[in-house]
């Protein structure tokens, strides 16, 4: 989308962590407002006759509660909270139109900014070492400006901690955010500043490898041309805007969506966040033609020309780099893998792209179906197990989220190519079983469970008692994808072989399906997914 052309609600539920002081918001007894912020009020409150920081963030299009809940989620799990304030309770408000923490007072301290320059080293050694011990825990304290730390005179604290994110929970921009207060503190006090390009240089070679290794997300590219629909037709910039930052939260790495942003946000007259989202499209590609047009435009309508002058710069050095680059042999281990999921006579209609996840042939549009008929398929998982599914696609993609992904695949040679796979794309979270569902030892419980298109072999195998088996083992969301034309069933070949109770056959239906399942599951939906939609279905159950 061009220039010149033209959020989930989180659920209103009260959310709070006790310390062992066991000091909750429920105890404020008096309360007296001592700052104003454009998002949020600061009060100074009274509990047990001692005072607290109580303060009030208010909903907004730019305030995302959800963030907020893991932010001081992540900062509760933290073994060391050295050089960080106090948090001792968090939640929203009932109507969900605001959120709330209470926080230690910190009496006769001022704003680090205000110490003199040639008494600045051991302040930023301070903010250092705590910037250092979040990544070092896996937290990325996105907003560490100097505005965020205060001091006595002697120890410095680091104030607002509504955005300790891990990998998992950041967007691009917002590490671009959170370099760019690095680089305010080092130029605060430049005796440092070789410590902090080093934490800049190891913190930018570890998102490199985080967002390189991203899947394609389907569902993120739906979410995205939903929103370029709704600019396009009805210039609704809000919803908009909505989309996209929807679509951020699949797809965290995606030049698309920053430049979608950017052109909702010019058409507003936002005119410092669309340079700062085009700037960041453009460095995620700067070889697309349409990002750097955008930004060229944009820059030249702010008479910005040091700045055109350095993008063109890196344009051009880029397209030169990239031209050389495709003249080299490409890696034969990789090309080898790519033609081993390609070929394979069992899924051979099934492909992925190795190097992105992103299906293609037969799967490609079977996932279409999945994002338009199911898109929940596509949120994040904690447990996630994949019976059959496509040479592991499923399984791979929900591995960037899951804490654990089990497949069961009989045959040893897709499960093969699925360790492959993984390995090639640094994924250690992925366990393997070469058996049948059956067979299978059911210890955990899962709250998202794939079945592509298997559904009926594992009725062979043990008729309707698999219902009881799969409520057994599942804490959420279980998705079955299977013929249910029993004519068509009976022509396959695979299945005559095994399927020889013809009373078990005609009861393969639709109906008994729904009655079975219906014990232990509510059915969600029940959808045509994919290409011969009168015998193939995608049913989702949702455990009872």
């Known amino acids: 989308m061009y220039i010149k052309d033209l959020e989930e609600t989180v659920s209103a539920v009260s959310i709070r962590f006790c310390n062992k002081e066991q000091i909750n ?30 303060k009030v963030i208010v909903q907004s299009p730019d305030i995302d509660f959800e963030l907020l809940v893991n932010s001081y989620k992540n900062y509760e799990c933290l073994k060391s909270k050295e050089g960080l304030v106090k948090v001792y309770d968090f939640r929203y408000l009932k109507d969900g ?22 008494n600045r080293y051991s302040f930023a050694l301070q903010i250092f070492n705590t910037i250092k011990g979040l990544l070092d825990n896996g937290i990325i304290p996105v907003d560490c400006g100097l505005a965020n730390f205060v001091t006595d005179g002697n120890t410095v604290k680091m104030l607002d901690l509504d955005f300790l994110l891990k990998w998992s929970e950041v967007n691009y921009f917002q590490t671009n955010w959170f370099i760019s207060r690095l680089n305010e503190i080092s130029v605060w006090c430049p005796t440092l500043s070789g410590s902090f390009d080093e934490l800049i240089n190891g913190f ?24 370029e629909k709704i600019l396009t037709d009805s210039g609704n910039i ?49 070889n697309n033609e349409t990002y750097i047009a955008n930004y060229i435009d944009v820059l030249s309508a702010l008479k910005r020309d040091d700045e055109i002058q350095a993008a063109y710069e890196k344009f051009t050095q880029f397209v030169s780099a990239n031209k ?21 006579s069992y899924p051979s209609n099934y492909a992925f792209d190795l ?72 994924i250690n979270n992925i366990e393997l079983h070469c058996s049948t569902f059956k067979e299978f030892e059911k210890k955990d419980k899962y709250d998202l469970i794939w079945m592509g298109n298997v559904f009926q072999y594992m ?17 959420g969301t279980c998705v079955i994808e299977a013929p ?16 020889k109770n013809e009373k078990l056959m005609n009861e393969y239906t639709l109906d008994r399906f729904k009655e079975e399942m219906g014990k232990y599951f509510e059915i969600i939906s029940i959808n045509p997914s994919g290409t011969d939609p009168v015998n193939r279905l995608l049913i989702v159950l949702k455990r009872k």
């Open 25 to 54: 918001l429920n105890g404020i007894s008096s309360s007296q407002k001592i700052k104003s912020l454009n998002t949020s009020s600061i009060y100074k409150c009274v509990i047990d006759n001692k005072e607290y920081i109580h």
């Open 97 to 118: 139109e605001e959120f709330e923490i209470l926080m230690e007072y910190l009496e006769d301290y001022y704003d680090v900014e205000a110490v003199e320059a040639n």
């Open 204 to 227: 930018e070679e570890e998102r490199k490898k985080y967002f390189g290794s991203l899947p394609y997300n389907p569902y993120a590219q739906k979410l995205i041309e939903d929103g």
């Open 238 to 286: 809000e919803d908009a805007i909505g989309c996209f930052k929807t679509a951020l939260k699949y797809d965290p790495y995606s030049a698309s969506i920053f430049n979608n942003l950017a052109v909702a946000y010019w058409n507003i007259d936002e005119v410092e966040r669309t340079v700062s989202l085009l700037k960041t499209a453009f460095e995620i590609e700067p």
């Open 324 to 344: 050389k680059r495709s003249k080299q042999v490409v890696d034969s281990e990789i090309t080898s893998l790519q033609k081993e999921i390609d070929g394979y």
């Open 355 to 426: 190097q992105t996840l992103k299906p293609k042939g037969s799967l490609e549009t079977r996932v279409e179906y999945f994002v338009k008929y199911s898109p929940q398929l596509f949120y994040p998982c904690k447990n996630f197990l994949s019976v059959g599914s496509s040479l592991g696609y499923m399984l791979l993609y929900h591995s960037y989220k899951a804490e654990k992904c089990t497949g069961i695949e009989p045959d040893e040679k897709a499960n093969e190519i699925v360790r492959k796979t993984a390995a090639h794309r640094n």
């Open 459 to 475: 009725y062979v195998d043990y008729a309707w008692e698999v219902a009881k088996e799969l409520a057994g083992v599942s804490s």
């Open 484 to 499: 249910f034309e029993g004519e068509y069933l009976k022509q396959q070949a695979h299945l005559n072989a095994n399927w």
